[in-house]
Structure formats: structure tokens, C-alpha cells
């Protein structure tokens, strides 16, 4: 499965953005799905997941309460939506998905889209 993100942009501290990634070539719907992000010089971190049916999420502590991830099987698409952005939320934002488990663990993860810039300026 070929997976793209995109909506990336520069925003101000306390704007939001709402990220998709869209996939091609097989249907997400057997798919748990993440989203990461990974900033310069740092290694890449779990922001949120979904399970393929979208009853379960969970997220990192950073972005709880502010994040919120969703999926529409019938668009074969997933959404990030962020709110409150804060500037350590400056990252290239990537989409996983994974036909195992819904997990924070990368590893864990068998497909990979490009990323989306987010930059958020103070």
C-alpha cells in the first residue's frame, strides 16, 4: 500500500492543522494506522494511533488533548487533526500503517508514506 500525507504548512503557536494521508493501491480498512513525527536531530516519535475499525485511539502524552486522529475507510484516508499547536510540534509528520498491531513501536509498522512538513512558529 502507497501511503502520501500531506497539509503540512507554517502556522502560528496556537493555530491548527488538519493532516491527511491517503493511501492507493490496496484498501486501509485492515490497517491499524499512525501517525509519527520526527524533528531534526531527533529520533522519530509516536503522536497517535487508530485501529483499523476506528473504536480505538490512543496518543502520546505530548499531544493528548489536543490531537485527535480519525480514519474514513470509504476515502481510504486518515486525518490528524491539531490544535493548539505549540512549537516542539515542529516535525515532518509521517503516516504508518500496520497489519499487525496498534502500537507506538515504529518496528512495528509495515508500510510508510512521505511526510508532511509541520513548522510552527512561536
Known amino acids: 500500500v502507497q501511503l502520501q500525507a500531506s497539509g503540512g504548512g507554517l502556522v502560528q503557536a496556537g493555530d491548527s492543522l488538519r493532516l491527511s494521508c491517503a493511501a492507493s493501491?490496496?484498501?486501509?480498512?485492515?490497517?491499524?494506522m499512525g501517525w509519527f513525527r520526527q524533528a531534526p536531530g531527533k529520533e522519530r516519535e509516536f503522536v497517535a494511533g487508530?485501529?483499523?475499525?476506528?473504536?480505538?485511539?490512543y496518543y502520546a502524552d505530548s499531544v493528548k488533548g489536543r490531537f485527535t486522529i480519525s480514519r474514513d475507510n470509504s476515502k481510504n484516508t486518515v486525518y490528524l487533526q491539531m490544535n493548539s499547536l505549540k512549537p516542539e510540534d515542529t516535525a515532518v509528520y509521517l503516516c504508518?500503517?500496520?497489519?499487525?498491531?496498534?502500537?507506538?513501536?515504529?518496528?512495528?509498522?509495515?508500510?510508510w508514506g512521505q511526510g508532511t512538513l509541520v513548522t510552527v512558529s512561536s
Open positions: 493501491g490496496r484498501t486501509l480498512s485492515g490497517y491499524n
Open positions: 504508518a500503517a500496520s497489519s499487525r498491531v496498534l502500537a507506538a513501536d515504529p518496528d512495528k509498522y509495515d508500510f
Open positions: 487508530i485501529s483499523w475499525s476506528g473504536f480505538r485511539t
